[in-house]
């Protein structure tokens, strides 16, 4: 066997079956399990891609339940105000398909979502989203394709909930800082400014 695996078949051989518990757990709708997590969920992370294949993630969040049950195959997650890069805007326009996972704090299970997804900006659909009075400019249709409960190993390895496992904050540079470190576009004091006013005023 090569170092490199690139044949399905040699990574099925490496790594044999999977067991009847993952082989059979893929749901085609949500579930009351799914529609209960998702409920609980304040945050997740999107997974897209360009029609090039170029990946990119990115974190949404919110209050818990801030993604939408609009039914047993369809989820609506708001676009809340973030950097105006729209890489996920930008690569569902070119690829509908993308790959949720929800986490709940203090749980280890995560669950994941795939589907494709269209992009609206439907006031009936967005305005019952409005957090302080403020509407999403767009939410994000996701017509589901498969959803499953992930095991909860990834977490319990990391201790992601463990509050000794919390690091001081002090102890790595502020976001102005590396901003301002990386681009040499704002000075220290004016990119700490703008990061602080965007934390504190556009959360929404």
């Not at 993630?57 to 195959?73: A, M, N, T």
Request: with cysteine; aromatic share 4%.
């Amino acid at each position: 066997m090569s170092e490199r695996i690139v044949d399905a078949a040699e990574l099925r051989a490496l790594y044999g079956e999977p067991n009847i518990r993952a082989a059979n757990k893929v749901l085609s709708r949500l579930d009351a399990h799914c529609r209960a997590f998702i409920g609980l969920s304040p945050f997740c992370v999107l997974g897209t891609a360009a029609a090039d294949g170029a990946a990119d993630c990115s974190p949404k969040g919110g209050e818990p339940g801030f993604v939408r049950v609009l039914d047993d195959e369809t989820l609506l997650i708001p676009d809340q105000l973030g950097n105006n890069r729209v890489d996920s805007m930008s690569n569902i326009v070119e690829n509908p398909n993308v790959g949720l996972i929800f986490f709940v704090p203090g749980m280890n299970e995560t669950l994941r979502v795939n589907g494709k997804v269209e992009i609206t900006t439907d006031d009936s659909l967005l305005e019952p989203l409005s957090v302080n009075g403020k509407r999403p400019r767009t939410g994000l249709v996701v017509k589901l394709d498969e959803a499953f409960l992930h095991c909860a190993k990834a977490l319990m390895r990391s201790k992601l909930w463990d509050p000794e496992r919390r690091i001081d904050r002090k102890s790595f540079p502020s976001l102005g800082r590396i901003l301002a470190d990386q681009t040499g576009v704002q000075s220290l004091e004016v990119a700490e400014a703008a990061v602080e006013e965007a934390c504190r005023e556009k959360l929404y």
